[in-house]
């Protein structure tokens, strides 16, 4: 039997190019995405988040949460990511971390573009990390909306090379960035939310069929007692924390995000969010208050100062 990651080759890896892809969306999207992240889960009235869902007021549009960018991430590739080179198991892969830049508030319903590159590939020896990057552009004016980092731990797959040097094509940010320093004192504010037992099922429904998130046997030989939220469902939850007690429900303040997945989080958890403001960022980090573990951290940049807070 080939030793784990000795079939792979990072400079065939490198070498994929991948095709554009056009995607569409409607508000319908928009609104499920935002209860698949538990938008008003604690309050149907809640006037902050009700937006995200319902048109108030004779308003005329839903608003876009600005997590619902990484959804275009996912989008953009093929169901089962895969590249001639690359030899890894489906089923062990994790996702790592996730950096989104906004450049604009999206539209309610939107014709996209997503151009895909390899932004890096780590050998972590036990784990292959591969960053994923897409630019989503909006197929009408032709402006580009926003940038993701997608980068996926791939649990078996290292141990391909013998340098510990990063194959990548830039180090334009935030290359594999460590988990941000979270400041001793104690948090400018704090959110609790519960995550429902059927969370997972819910926001599959926006296009992440991962069955890690739904089949039980698919889990356990993943590692876990039972199917685990997705990741990016728990960044949802975090970031629309951050919105509602430092944005003052304002979800177009947000300039970028940061998150590293830390620990996975089973549905019908309680995810309490720590936020600290430093100017235009706010730090964040998510423990799953059963267990009190640690589960994602990361950063939030504004695009306003918050110095008034
Ligand atoms: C089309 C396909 C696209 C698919 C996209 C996504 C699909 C989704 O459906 C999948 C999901 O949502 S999975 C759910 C969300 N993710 C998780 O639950 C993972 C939680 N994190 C962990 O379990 C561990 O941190 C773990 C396991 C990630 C790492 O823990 P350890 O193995 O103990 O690692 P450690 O020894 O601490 O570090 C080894 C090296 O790896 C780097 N690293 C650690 N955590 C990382 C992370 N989260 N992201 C990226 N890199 C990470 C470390 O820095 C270290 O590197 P070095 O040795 O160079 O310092």
Redesign the pocket.
């Known amino acids: 039997m080939a030793e784990a990651g000795s079939e792979t080759d990072p400079q065939l890896i490198l070498s994929h190019r991948f095709p554009e892809t056009a995607f569409a969306y409607t508000e319908r999207d928009a609104a499920l995405y935002a209860l698949g992240i538990g938008a008003c889960g604690r309050d149907p009235l809640d006037a902050d988040e009700l937006k995200y869902v319902y048109h108030e007021n004779g308003q005329q549009f839903i608003k876009v949460l600005p997590t619902f960018a990484a959804l275009f991430?996912?989008q953009a590739?093929?169901?089962?990511?895969h590249f001639p080179g690359l030899q890894y198991d489906p089923r062990l892969?994790?996702?790592?971390?996730q950096y989104i830049e906004l450049y604009k508030p999206f539209p309610s319903s939107a014709h996209l573009q997503h151009k895909v590159s390899l932004a890096g590939l780590?050998d972590?020896?036990?784990?292959a990390?591969l960053e994923?990057e897409t630019k989503s552009f909006d197929q009408a004016s032709g402006e580009l909306l926003c940038m993701n980092r997608?980068?996926?731990?791939l649990?078996g797959a290292g141990g391909f090379s013998k340098s510990?040097q990063p194959f990548s094509y830039s180090n334009y940010p935030p290359n594999?960035v460590?988990a941000v320093k979270i400041p001793k004192d104690r948090p400018f504010s704090v959110f609790e939310d519960c995550t429902q037992p059927s969370q997972a099922l819910l926001y599959r429904l926006s296009g992440?069929y991962?069955p890690?998130?739904s089949d039980p046997m698919i889990a356990k030989v993943a590692g876990f007692s039972r199917p685990?939220?997705?990741?990016?469902c728990?960044l949802g939850f975090a970031v629309r924390a951050v919105i509602k007690c430092i944005c003052k429900g304002d979800p177009d303040m947000v300039k970028s995000i940061s998150g590293?997945?830390?620990?996975?989080?089973y549905p019908g958890e309680t995810l309490a969010t720590e936020m600290w403001v430093e100017g235009s960022r706010v730090i964040y980090q998510t423990r799953v208050k059963e267990r009190n573990r640690i589960?994602l951290s990361g950063s939030v940049e504004l695009h306003r100062w918050t110095s008034s807070l």
Not at 77 to 81: I, S
Not at 228 to 232: D, E, F, Q, S, T
Not at 260 to 265: A, C, E, I, P
């Open positions: 991430s996912l590739l093929p169901e089962k990511l892969l994790l996702h790592g971390q780590h972590k020896g036990k784990a990390v994923v997608m980068t996926v731990y649990r510990s594999q460590q992440d991962n890690l998130h685990i939220l997705h990741g990016l728990t590293r997945f830390l620990l996975h989080v589960v």
